[in-house]
C-alpha cells in the first residue's frame, strides 16, 4: 500500500477517499465492438478508484472458439504452471493453450497469464453436466494448485483484470486486439481487502462476472452458504460470493432475475407486510429460504452472462448507478458523465430504484424490449 | 477589461490557453482538464474580478465552483461531475444538462439552477441559498440540511424524487412539484422526512409516502407566500407555467418532534 499515493494520487493530498467505479456497455444487436468507449468511460471515473485494482469482462470475443471453455489462468509463481497443466490435463482436452498476449504497461507486479481452450474430458461423470464438471475443476485448481487461479472460464468471453488503473490493464492486456458485444468495466478502491491481482473485478464463474462497488458485510455468511452447494472462495475479495450466487442462483436453480434480485436486495420486512397476501407470501418464502444469500451492506453492481447485462443496487441505494440507452447500445454506469463521454446524446436515462434491477437483453433471445425495468412490488 | 496578463502569474499557460475572453465572458474549454485545474482556474479568475463565466465540455470534473465566495455566474455545458458548487459561498451555477451525485453539498450562500436532473444526494447538508431543479431527483436528497438564524436554504424540485427525500432534515425549505408525472401518479418516493427535525417539506398535491416521525399538514399565508415565491422563480428559470402549478392543493410535511431520538441515548 506504500505506492497508494503515488499511483492514485497526483496531487499528493493527504487524504485519498473514494469509491469504485463500474462501467458496462452492451449492444443489443449482439454486434461487437472494440473496448474504446469502455475503456475510455471507465478511465473518465479514475478518480473513483486508486490503482490498486481495475479489470474487464468481455462477450463474445472468441469466436473460433467458441464452443470451448476459455479458461484465464494467472500464475504468481512460475512452478505453479506445472501443477495447473497436470490438473488441467488429467481432467479436460486442450485444443488449444497460449500466453495470453500482454505489453509494458503501468501495472504492478504482473502474474505470468495464460489461456487454456478446453473440452471435459472422459472423466466428467455422465450424471454431471459439463457446467457443474467445469465449476467443479476451477474450485480445485484454485483450492489445490497454489498460487494459481482460473480468473475467467466461460465460454466465447474473457475476464481481464489485475492491479492497476482500469486503463492500465486494458494497456496491459492488449485489450484492443479484442472485440466484444457486451463489456462491463471496474476501476477498484479496496477497503477491506487487500489489492492484488486476483482480488480485482470482474469475479468470474462459468460466462457470470460481476464487478461490483460496495462492500458486503455479510461475506461470512455468504460464503458458507455458498460452500454447502461446492463453491470455494479463494479470492479474498466480497465480491467474489456475488459471481458464485448469481450462477446457483440463474444457472443452477433457473431464477429469473426479478425473483433473484428480491433475494440478493431483499424488501424490508416492513415493505414486505405491505404488500398483497399473494406476494407477502412469495417474498416472505424468499427471506427465509435464502437468507443466508441476502446481500448485507451498500452495493451497486453489474452482472452479466452471454445474452444480458444486468444492474441491481442494495434495496436502500447506497452506492450510485445509472441507466441509459442509445439505439442498440444499454450502457449501465457509476456516473452519468461517463456514458455522456462515449455517448453525448442518449436515447433514456434514468436512476434505477434500489433494489430493482435493470437489464440489457439481446433482442434476437426472444426477448423483443430493449430494456426492461422490472418493477415488482410497485 | 480584465488583464488577461496578471493571471500568469498565478497559473501555468497551459490552462490559461484554454480561456478565452468575449464581450466580458470567460469561456473555459474544460475538455480533458483536471477538476483541481478547472476549480484554480475559477478561482483565478473570479477573484480577478469575472462577472460571467462559461464552462464547455465539462465532463465529471468535481466540486465546480466549491468554495468561490463572490458573485459571479458560471453557466456549465456538459456533466458537472459529484459534488458541484461543494461549499459554495455566493456564485450562480447555471447547468445546460444533468448534474451528478451531492450537488450542493453544504453550500453556504449562491444559486444552483440545473435544466435537467441530478442524482443522489441533492443539497446535502446545505446551510444556505437555493438549488432549483427543472426535472427529477436522486435518493436522499435534503438529507441534513439545516439552518441557523437568517441562513435558510431552499431546494426546489420541478420533477420527483426517490426515497429518503428530507432524511435528518434540521431545517430550511424544499419544494416539490411532480412536474414530471403522469396525472395523478405519486413519487416513488418512501420514508420520507425520516429522522427530520425541522424545517418543512412543501408537496404539490399528494405525492410522497411518509417516514415515521413526521406529519401532513395544510399550508397557511406564510407557506403560501413562500411557494408562491420559489414557484415563481422557478417558472422564469425554466420557462414553466405558474398558472398550472399554482393550480393544486399543497401540503406540508414537517416533524412531530424536534428530536425525534430522545428516547435511544441516555443523556
Known sequence: MKNLGKMGNIYDDDKDFSGCSIFGMMNVEGKRFSPRDPVKAIANMHERGNGLGGGFAAYGIYPEHAEDYAFHVMYLRRDAKEKVDKLLKGNFEVTLEEEIPTREANVQNPPLVWRYFVQPNKRKPANQTADDYVTEQVMRVNMEAGNAFVFSSG??????????????IADFFCLEEYEAYIWTCHGRFPT?????WGGAHPFNILDWTVVHNGELSSYGINRR?????????????????LAYAVDLLMRRQQLPIDIVAKILAAPLWSEIDALPPKEQHLFSALRQTYGSLLMNGPFSIIVAHHGEMIGLTDRIKLRPLIAGTREDFAYLSSEESAMRLVSPTLDRVWYPRGGEPVVGKLRSREHVELLKVVEAGK | MLEKEKLNAELDRKLLSSVKVEDEVWKIDSDGMHYKDLNSLLRAISSNGAKKIEIHNVCGQRYIGTDLDREVQIDIYGTPGNDLGAFMNGPRLVVHGNAQDGCGNTMNEGQIVIHGHTGDITGHSMRGGRIFVRDDVGYRVGIHMKEYQGKKPQLVIGGTAQDFLGEYMAGGAMLILGLTLPEGERCKARFVGTGMHNGVIYERGDLLELGKGTRIMNVGKRDMQLIETLARDFCSYFDADYEKIMNAKFRKIVPISKRPYQNMYSH
Open chain 1, 225 to 241: 452458504y455458498l460452500e454447502m452447494y461446492g463453491y470455494k472462495c479463494t479470492m479474498q475479495t466480497d465480491t467474489e460470493v
Open chain 1, 155 to 168: 465460454k466465447n468471453m474473457g475476464v481481464f483484470k489485475g492491479v492497476g488503473f482500469p486503463e492500465d
Open chain 1, 192 to 196: 477491506n481487502s487487500q489489492g492484488w
